[in-house]
Structures are given as structure tokens and as C-alpha cells.
């Protein structure tokens, strides 16, 4: 189901409720509630790196403010695909869990009396993924616009040229030194040449540039490409590469398009395999949660994490103006 279905879904439920009852007979009956809710809204994961969402909640609910711990946290996960897979999964595995939509759970908010809430989206980058969330808060806003629903949206984590000086040095003890190998900084990409999120990622790679002459920017689509990425790693010498994932979840990309340990059933190559049929040793960053070891993403590092906390405490501050 596509975001503009969903929106017309919305509204056509309204206006059936609006057959039984009046707006202003539901807004006397149902019991508001003054404190906003907070949304972190993700693209998603089936895969077992889903456990970076914990991680993040529970350093956001040590960090946020004491006026605001007791704040409703919500998840929605903004993939259509990974919610049918992972609740299809839950379902099998009879797990009492459920990932739910945008839409769905401001709906649910909503329905609860909710008239304030702040959405917080994980992206890295502003980009296609983000613009679309920013388009479904607004088809919300109007789709409620009767009942005085307030909605308003944090930032990503590259919104401010400050943040990516912070992130890059968050990863400075990551990087391979020049005298043991070279870098690849993994990131998304975008396929689309207009899209706003090129400036960002160009600005990236320029800051990287500037700092670390054995660390390069590649892409899984968009301007950075593979193919420039490996062959700028093919120049290294010690012949050892290092995958850095620039994805808040270290999830399928990571694990398979980059480090994956077998072929495609195209054939196809991972970016690891590539260069170790080349002759170079690879490896990429790991982190021990909960007694398992993962792929270490983004939302592993906690001075990354906090600045998606602030982003969230300025937004929630917006309400009290």
C-alpha cells in the first residue's frame, strides 16, 4: 500500500466516523492529553540488526530531560515491505509484536487523545527517504486538521554541517591508520541526480577528504559509486580495507551487498569478496550488545545517537512556545 493510499484510507475513515457522530461531539467525550507523544520513525530491518532500535531507545530515554522521561515513545517503520516481512516473522514465531506505519500510529494517537506529537525520523541523510515522511506528516496534519492535531518533525542526522564534523570524528577510531590499510565509508546513496540529499553526501566526502587521505565514500546507489570506491581501495598499500557502515542499522546491505561471505544467485560479488579476490585482507567494525555481536552502524555510537536526542528535545520544545 502506497503513502497516498494510506492518506486517502485516513481520510476515508473519517468521514465515515463522521456519519455516527459530529467532531465536536467526539472532542467533548474523549479525554485529552497534554503531554505530546515521540515517534521515531525508521525505515526498518528484518534482519537481526533491529536490535540497533533498542539500543537507541534506551539511550534516549537515559538522556532525555527529566521533564520529558515520562514522554510516550512510539515506533513506526516507514518500509512497507520490511513491516510484511517482520510481522509475518513475528506472527511465526508467535512474538506479541507488530510493526505499524506511520500513519498507523499517529492514528492511534490520535484515537488516544493525543493532540501533540513529535515525530523523529533516523535518517542520515535528507533525503528521498525523509522528504516522504515529511509528505505523509502532512497528509496527517490535514487528514486530522478538524481535531487540532499538532504533528511536527525532527531533523536527520546530517542536517547541519556541525553534526557531519561531529560524525565524521565519531568514526575517527573506526578508520584503519594509513600505515595499516585503507577506509570505506558505506553509505546509501541516492539514485536521483535532483535530489537535494547529493549536496550532502558530496559535502561528506570533501570533509573526509580534507582529514583522511585513506578514507573513501561509496555508495550502494547514487554518485559514489562502487566501482570508483574499489578502485580507489585497489591503490592501497598495506593491501587491507576496512567497511565502515554509514547506515544507521548495519542491516541486509551490510551484511550481504558489502560484506556478504557467498556470491548473489546473480553471481554477483559483495564489495568484501571483490577485494579479497584482489588480494586484500577486509574486515568492518563490530559491537558486543547483549552478550551478540553485530555489525556496527551508526546507531551504535552513542554521540551520534545524541544528536537525534537533541533534535528531538528541540522539536518537543517547539510545543511550548
Known amino acids: 500500500m502506497n503513502k497516498r493510499l494510506v492518506s486517502i484510507l485516513l481520510i476515508a475513515g473519517m468521514l465515515l466516523g463522521f456519519l455516527t457522530t459530529s467532531s465536536s461531539a467526539m472532542m467533548k467525550t474523549?479525554?485529552?492529553k497534554k503531554d505530546p507523544a515521540i515517534v521515531i520513525a525508521a525505515f526498518g530491518t528484518t534482519t537481526k540488526a533491529m536490535v540497533t532500535f533498542d539500543y537507541f531507545e534506551e539511550q534516549l530515554r537515559r538522556e532525555l530531560p527529566d521533564k520529558y522521561k515520562k514522554l510516550r515513545i512510539e515506533w513506526a517503520f516507514t518500509s512497507e515491505i520490511v513491516r510484511e516481512r517482520a510481522n509475518k516473522k513475528f506472527k511465526k514465531a508467535g512474538i506479541n509484536?507488530?510493526?505499524?506505519s506511520l500513519a498507523q500510529v499517529i492514528s492511534d494517537l490520535e484515537d488516544q487523545g493525543y493532540r501533540k506529537i513529535v515525530v523523529q525520523p533516523l535518517h542520515i541523510f535528507p533525503g528521498i527517504e525523509y522528504e516522504s515522511v515529511l509528505r505523509m506528516v502532512e497528509g496527517l496534519r490535514e487528514a486530522f486538521q478538524d481535531f487540532d492535531l499538532r504533528i511536527k518533525v525532527g531533523t536527520p542526522l546530517l542536517t547541519h554541517w556541525e553534526d557531519m564534523e561531529t560524525t565524521v570524528e565519531a568514526l575517527k577510531e573506526e578508520l584503519l591508520p594509513p600505515t595499516e590499510g585503507c577506509n570505506i565509508l558505506v553509505a546509501h546513496g541516492t539514485g536521483e541526480t535532483m535530489n537535494g540529499a547529493n549536496i550532502t553526501y558530496l559535502g561528506l566526502e570533501r570533509i573526509v577528504n580534507a582529514y583522511y587521505p585513506n578514507v573513501f565514500i561509496g555508495t550502494v546507489e547514487g554518485i559514489q559509486?562502487?566501482?570508483?570506491?574499489?578502485?580507489?581501495?585497489?591503490?592501497?598499500?598495506p593491501r587491507k580495507i576496512r567497511f565502515i557502515p554509514f547506515m544507521f542499522v548495519a542491516g541486509d546491505h551490510i551484511m550481504n551487498d558489502i560484506m556478504g561471505q557467498e556470491p548473489g544467485d546473480d553471481g554477483e560479488l559483495?564489495?568484501?569478496?571483490?577485494?579479497?579476490?584482489?588480494?586484500?585482507a577486509v574486515d568492518a567494525p563490530t559491537v558486543q550488545y547483549r552478550g551478540k555481536i553485530y555489525y556496527k552502524g551508526l546507531g551504535f555510537y552513542k554521540e551520534l545517537d545524541r544528536i537525534f536526542v537533541k533534535s528531538i528535545v528541540r522539536t518537543l520544545k517547539k510545543f511550548e512556545k
Not at 97 to 100: L, Q, W, Y
Not at 225 to 237: G, P, V, Y
Not at 270 to 280: H, P, V
Open 30 to 32: 474523549m479525554t485529552l
Open 97 to 100: 509484536k507488530r510493526f505499524k
Open 225 to 237: 559509486t562502487r566501482t570508483e570506491a574499489l578502485k580507489k581501495a585497489r591503490q592501497c598499500n
Open 270 to 280: 559483495s564489495w568484501a569478496l571483490e577485494m579479497k579476490q584482489a588480494g586484500f
